[in-house]
Structure formats: structure tokens, C-alpha cells
């Protein structure tokens, strides 16, 4: 602050020069000069400048000034409460915020940090100046500091009722705050009180979204529901609800209308389009997906993730091979220089016919990383978005063409040689990895350098750490993401509080550390109503439990031969062997069955499917009552009135016939179990349990296959049972020629032909 003996000079100088009285009264100078001046004559010359500044339509700079220094002098040797009693307190910060004196501003606040009351004269002016403090700091200590306060005045039992009775500026301000430090449980307040605080449509989205991303959709739905009825048409609020029930498990025809009525003129429609087009393409959509890429393609250049995925579906579509460069990459051109070996890495087709070996790949992608690190020594000038954006186009391009495949090796006890395909899974795999490991580069680096990130905000920071989880959970470092988030939560506390606890909560998941897990949901929504259930699949549920099986069924491996045809039409024979297959039973109590696919045990916890099933989807599937999870574990809701069943039950392992409808796993892998089972006797005095919700196919095929609607025990996905008397089936991972066999023969006999004598095949003639 500039010497305050020569204020009343300056002020009396200023004065002369606008024709204005001295501030105050003329007679009130000479009390000024002494260097011990009393409060009362200062606070006099305070109040006489604020009564200048108040009536000037448009005050001077230096008049500004002059304000915040008479207040700061008239307060100098007062308590906070003469200082609050003054009545200086609103406008000193406002001119504090006027004259940009972002850290006086901030100190102010942390000065009187008690929440400011509706009734308060100095509240708009506080939640003005938080909100100012949350966009101009971009320092993380200066941001931690806001967020500590911004908690302070959000995470009181009466939140919610504060919150309501606060003026919609001030309502607008603070949640725009909250977002920006990244403070979710304060976002989360915005969303779900009711009756809702003004915040508009365009900030509503960016609440949501940011919500749905760290808290998945079963915890936000409800608040996105809401949101669309008050704002129907906006892209980025119905974005919004999109994403959340797409994350709980609501179908594609579920999801369908919500693409359409959207007012497509709003600035926000491409990335709503970006996004209707990034669920489409995760969810196997491809027609929507194209069809939005394309929309979204009209309007500019695609972002580098949907480039990706653009590039996925071309090759889908025309069933060419990844050849060219990817085009995702070279769009990242701060980072070009680093990422040309990597570039050129992924331009060697996976094929088991190409030049490069596995190996080979393997060491060009070391040698890449090693080159991308050095050319990263000296950072490039990247803002957070950029980071954030370089991330997601890595994971997209690890996760596309070719390179998804490394996700498949290593879940199938057999070799993906020439024989099941051009493509070679293990040079796949080695590209991936590099991807992988850059993405994890990056990231690391990015988090390092967040004091030094222009407009760092905490929305992308918690982005960044979601990557590298992402890239450690792929390459099965569960317990190090644990780990590095820990430590990154403690260094930012008290910011992105919900969102790392989140993060945190799925990489003790990913971890099987249930303890770890449980601690963190405890800080998250739905804690009093949900648990942690741990993971195992079919031999350790078993075991955890001490129970034993009975052996139904075992098929050992059996040799054989398949025809191949080449592309140019030439076909040849390969040998083969099957897998060899088991089916078992075993008798439990206390099952519980729930969301039409998993079962849990008190002492087992949740019964995972094998590997090459989890390939094909996490596990548990979407679900409104699936929290979270992660490989060796989830947090479900516990059911709010769970039906106990004391009728005795046939129930099947690994039923996923309501998630992937397709033919194989139904007539091979479920029905050829349950008709052996009832062949075998086993529904003798049971009924076999299933989802109300398979399809009219299958439902025929079970009465063809001699299981009549009498024999069954339909239930809903949104149903919670608890069974006194359950009959296991255990999973089948692999087709059974016996069961196969004796399958076909029923089904042949149900559609009237003799399986002791099938019919012959005969020439079509037209």
C-alpha cells in the first residue's frame, strides 16, 4: 500500500481537479496529517470517498484506488468486528475486484470467513468476489485457498436452505466457483436441491456433465432428469442425461429420443453432436455414431478423438486394414515433433505377414517413448485444455482399429495365429503398449507441471489423473494408480474433494482393496446405502465361501479340422482343437441374485464371469444401482426391500443373455447348460430362475428345448432376491460337444425331424 500521510494530499489533490469538496468535510484535513490519526477521522475520509465514488456515474480510476486505500487506513488497528460494524466491507470489495487486486481480495475473504448470510449487506459482494477470485487465480495454492473457503461456506448442514434463499447472481457465482475448483460436493448441491437455484441451461450442462464423469450415471440421473424438464431443448443438458443413463444401463431405444427436439442452432450442438457420436461408438452404434460424426463433421473439423473414431468406423465399414498415419495424431501439432516415431510406429499394419516383428514393434515403441520424453523436457506452451485433449486422443487411438485387440490377448488359452485372421493380436498389442505408455507420459508430466499450466483449471486436472488411471488400469498397475491419486489428492486438497475420492474408490476397485474403497465412498453420495462387494471368479467364489461342487458334465479337448478361404478365394484345412469344457452345480443359501446377472454371497462377495467374457464389457454391467467398480471389485446400492424366496431354484452363473443377445452365447453357452441340467433331473422339484426381460426368441428356444414356461421363475432387473435354497450352475466358458450334441438332438425332434436319420442335403435348383 502506498504511504498513507500523503492520502488526504492525493485526495484533496483529486478533489480540486474534479471541482468535488474535500471527501468528508473540509474540516476533517487537518485531522488527517497528524501521523497518528484517530479511527474516526479516517473512517470519516473512508465514507466521504465511498458517498464520491457512489454518486460518480462513472468513477475515475485513481478515485477507485483511493477508496480501497481510505478503507484499508480507516481499518488499520480495528478488530474484525469494528471493521464489519464500519458498513466498508461490500464496497471495499467490490473496488478490491475493480482495481484487480486479486490477492487483497482474497486475503480479505479468508479475512472474514464466516458465511455470508442472505440478510448480510456484504454477502453479494463476497460470493462477487469468491467468484472473481475462482476466474482470476490460476496459481493452485491461490486456488486451494479459494476452494478451503468456498467448502467452508458450502459444506454446512444447511447448505441447501442457504443456498435457496440466496439471490440468483449470487446463486450463478457460486456454482461457477464450485466448478472451477473442481469442489463436486458443492456442484452436486446445485443439482440436486430443490426447489433448483437459478443457475442457466449452459451451466447446468457443464455441472452435470463434470458430475456424471467422476460420480457415473447412476448417481446423477436423477439430478439430469430433473434439469431436462426445466431446460428440454438445450444440447448440453440433455447431452447431459444422455450420458448418465447411458452409464446406468438404459437401452439404445431408451436413449434414441433424447437426440432429437435438441435446438441444434445453440452454440453448444456440437458437442452435444461429439458426444451423442462418442456413446454411439462406445456402445456399438455405429449407424448413430457415423451419423453424428458426419453432422458434426459439416460444422469443422472433427476433434481428434472423434477423428479416431471416425477412422474406426471407416475401417469397420470397409474392412480395410490401419495402414496410413494416424490422423489423429499428426491434429496434435504442438506435440507433433514428439509423437513422429510414435506416428511412425503406427503405420506398420499388425499383420503376421509384415516385416516387423512383435519384438521389433516392441523396441521402436520403447525408442519412441524415450524420444517423446526428451523432446518433453523443455514443454511445449500448453494450455490445460491441450493437455486434456492430447490424453483423450491417445486413449482413443490405443482403444481403435487393430490396437483394441490387446485387450483380447492374453484372456483365450489359445494362440491367434494366421489361421483365425490377418491381423496379428501380439504386433497389435505392442502398438498398443506404446500408445499406452505415452498416454501414461503425458500425463505424469502435465500433473507435474500444474503450477506452471496457463489457466489450469481443476476440472481438467481431475481429467488428466482420470487418463492416467485409465493407462494404469490397462496395463494392470491397479495398486500404483491407488497410489499416484492418493498422492495427488493430498497435494491439491481441498480441491476436486468428490472427484478424487471417486478416482480413488475405482483404482482400490481395480485393486481389490475393498477397505480402500469403502474409506473413500464413505465421502461420496449413497454411502450409507451401498457396499462394497469384493470380486472373484467361479473356483475362488467358490472356495471364499467353502463350498464344494458336483461335476455334471467334462468334455476333454477334441482334434479337428476347419476350412479357410482367402480373400482371393483359395481354400485350405487347418487343424484345431477345442477346449476342453466342465459343468457343475453347487447348492448355496442366502444367494443373492440382482440385476438380472450378478450373484453375491456374503462370504464370496460378487461371482465375476472369466476374463474373455469381461472382455466383451465391464463387469457388473450398467446398472442404476452400480455405483462403481473395478476388477476385483464393486459398490452397488443395497436394495431397498430385497424378496426373500424359499421356493427351491435352479439359478445359472454368468447369464449375460439381457447384455450380449447374440447367438452364440445364448444356444451354446446358457441354453445347452439348462438343457443338460434338466436332463440330468435338476429341475425336478426346482424352477429355473431367468430375467424377465429375454428376448421373444430365446423364450421360444427354451420351450423347444423342453423347458416349459411352468419351469421357469421369471424376475426383473429392478428385483432384489434373496434365495433359502439355490442350485448353481457354474459358468461355461467354452462350447461342450456333449451338450451342444444333445441340445441339437431336442431341438431337431421339436421342429418334427428324426435325429436318427437328419435330412440329406440336396442341391437348390432355380
Not at 65 to 89: K, N
Request: charged share 15%; proline share 7%; net charge neutral.
Amino acid at each position: 500500500m502506498p504511504d498513507t500521510l500523503d492520502l488526504p494530499a492525493r485526495v484533496a489533490a483529486l478533489a480540486a481537479q474534479s471541482g468535488h469538496a474535500f471527501p468528508g468535510g473540509e474540516d476533517l484535513r487537518p485531522k488527517l496529517l497528524h501521523p497518528a490519526a484517530l479511527p474516526a477521522p479516517r473512517r470519516r475520509l473512508a465514507k466521504g470517498l465511498v458517498a464520491w465514488w457512489r454518486e460518480s456515474d462513472s468513477p475515475a480510476p485513481e478515485l477507485t484506488h483511493l477508496v480501497a486505500e481510505a478503507i484499508a487506513w480507516a481499518w488499520q488497528g480495528q478488530t474484525d468486528a469494528e471493521c464489519l460494524e464500519s458498513g466498508l466491507l461490500p464496497v471495499y470489495l467490490r473496488v478490491l475486484r475493480q482495481t484487480q487486486q486479486h490477492t487483497r481480495l482474497l486475503s480479505t475473504l479468508e479475512r472474514w470467513p464466516r458465511r455470508p448470510e442472505p440478510e448480510d449487506a456484504w454477502q453479494s459482494a463476497a460470493v462477487a468476489g469468491l467468484a472473481h477470485c475462482a476466474r482470476t487465480h490460476t496459481a493452485l495454492s491461490s486456488l486451494r485457498r479459494i476452494g478451503a473457503l468456498l467448502a467452508q461456506w458450502m459444506n454446512a448442514p444447511d447448505a441447501a436452505q442457504w443456498l435457496s434463499r440466496l439471490p440468483a447472481t449470487s446463486q450463478q457465482a457460486l456454482a461457477s466457483a464450485a466448478l472451477r475448483t473442481g469442489l463436486l460436493s458443492s456442484v452436486a448441491l446445485f443439482c440436486s436441491t430443490e426447489p433448483a437455484p437459478e443457475i442457466d441451461a449452459d451451466l447446468t450442462a457443464r455441472l452435470l456433465q463434470a458430475l456424471t464423469l467422476h460420480l457415473g450415471g447412476a448417481t446423477v440421473r436423477p439430478w439430469a432428469q430433473r434439469a431436462v424438464a426445466r431446460h428440454p431443448t438445450h444440447p448440453g443438458v440433455r447431452l447431459a442425461l444422455l450420458q448418465a443413463l447411458a452409464a446406468s444401463g438404459a437401452s439404445p431405444a431408451e436413449l434414441a429420443p433424447l437426440s432429437q427436439g435438441v435446438d441444434m442452432s445453440h452454440a453448444s450442438a456440437p458437442a452435444f453432436l461429439s458426444g451423442v457420436a462418442t456413446w454411439a461408438f462406445e456402445s456399438g452404434q455405429a449407424a448413430v455414431a457415423r451419423d453424428c460424426l458426419q453432422a458434426l463433421a459439416r460444422l469443422g473439423p472433427l476433434p481428434p478423438a472423434n477423428a479416431a473414431q471416425w477412422q474406426h468406423l471407416s475401417v469397420a465399414q470397409t474392412g480395410q486394414t490401419p495402414h496410413a498415419e494416424t490422423p489423429s495424431l499428426t491434429a496434435l501439432a504442438p506435440l507433433a515433433a514428439a509423437l513422429s516415431p510414435l506416428a511412425d510406429l503406427l503405420k506398420t499394419a499388425p499383420r503376421h505377414d509384415s516385416a516387423l516383428s512383435a519384438a521389433d514393434l516392441q523396441q521402436q515403441g520403447l525408442a519412441a517413448l524415450a524420444h517423446f520424453e526428451r523432446h518433453l523436457e523443455t514443454p511445449p506452451g500448453l494450455s490445460a485444455a491441450q493437455w486434456v485433449d492430447a490424453a483423450s486422443t491417445l486413449w482413443a487411438v490405443a482403444n481403435a482399429g487393430a490396437l483394441e485387440l490387446r485387450h483380447w490377448q492374453g484372456v483365450f488359452p489359445f494362440d491367434f495365429g494366421p489361421d483365425l485372421g490377418s491381423i496379428d493380436p501380439l504386433r497389435a498389442s505392442a502398438q498398443c503398449d506404446a500408445v499406452l505408455a505415452h498416454l501414461l507420459s503425458l500425463c505424469r508430466l502435465a500433473l507435474r507441471r500444474l503450477d506452471h499450466t496457463e489457466g489450469a483449471q481443476v476440472q481438467e486436472i481431475l481429467r488428466l489423473a482420470r487418463w492416467q488411471c485409465e493407462a494404469q488400469w490397462a496395463v494392470g498397475q491397479a495398486k500404483q494408480a491407488l497410489h499416484d491419486i492418493t498422492q495427488l489428492q493430498a497435494q491439491l486438497a481441498p480441491l476436486g474433494d468428490w472427484g478424487f475420492e471417486a478416482l480413488r474408490e475405482r483404482c482400490a476397485l481395480e485393486a481389490g482393496d475393498t477397505a480402500a474403497a469403502q474409506a473413500s465412498r464413505q465421502h461420496l453420495p449413497l454411502a450409507t446405502l451401498s457396499r462394497v462387494w469384493p470380486a472373484h471368479e467361479w473356483t475362488d467364489w467358490l472356495a471364499a465361501q467353502g463350498a464344494r461342487e458336483q461335476h455334471l458334465c467334462a468334455d476333454p479337448a477334441l482334434p479337428g479340422t476347419w476350412s479357410i478361404a482367402s480373400p482371393d478365394g483359395q481354400v485350405r484345412a487347418a487343424h484345431f482343437a477345442t477346449l476342453p469344457a466342465q459343468l457343475s452345480s453347487v447348492r448355496l443359501q442366502g444367494l443373492q441374485v440382482r440385476h438380472g446377472h450378478l450373484l453375491l454371497t456374503a462370504a464370496g462377495g460378487l461371482l465375476l464371469p472369466h476374463a474373455w467374457h469381461r472382455q466383451m464389457g465391464a463387469f457388473p454391467f450398467p446398472h442404476p444401482d452400480l455405483l462403481s467398480r473395478g476388477l476385483g471389485a464393486a459398490t452397488l446400492r443395497e436394495p431397498a426391500s430385497p424378496q426373500r424366496v424359499s421356493e427351491p431354484l435352479l439359478v445359472l452363473a454368468n447369464l449375460d443373455a439381457t447384455f450380449h443377445r447374440n447367438y452364440y452365447h445364448w444356444m451354446v453357452l446358457t441354453l445347452a447348460r439348462l438343457h443338460w441340467a434338466a436332463s440330468q433331473g435338476l429341475l425336478q422339484g426346482r424352477r429355473a430362475l431367468l430375467p424377465a426381460e429375454l428376448s421373444g426368441w430365446m423364450l421360444q428356444s427354451l420351450q423347444d428345448a423342453g423347458i416349459p414356461p411352468e419351469a421357469m421363475r421369471l424376475y426383473r432387473q429392478d428385483e432384489a432376491l434373496v434365495l433359502d435354497d439355490a442350485l448353481v450352475l457354474s459358468p461355461q466358458e467354452w462350447a461342450s460337444a456333449t451338450q451342444v450334441d444333445a441340445l441339437r438332438h431336442t431341438l431337431w425332434r421339436a421342429a418334427g425331424l428324426n435325429p436318427a436319420d437328419p435330412p440329406r442335403h440336396s442341391a437348390c435348383s432355380t
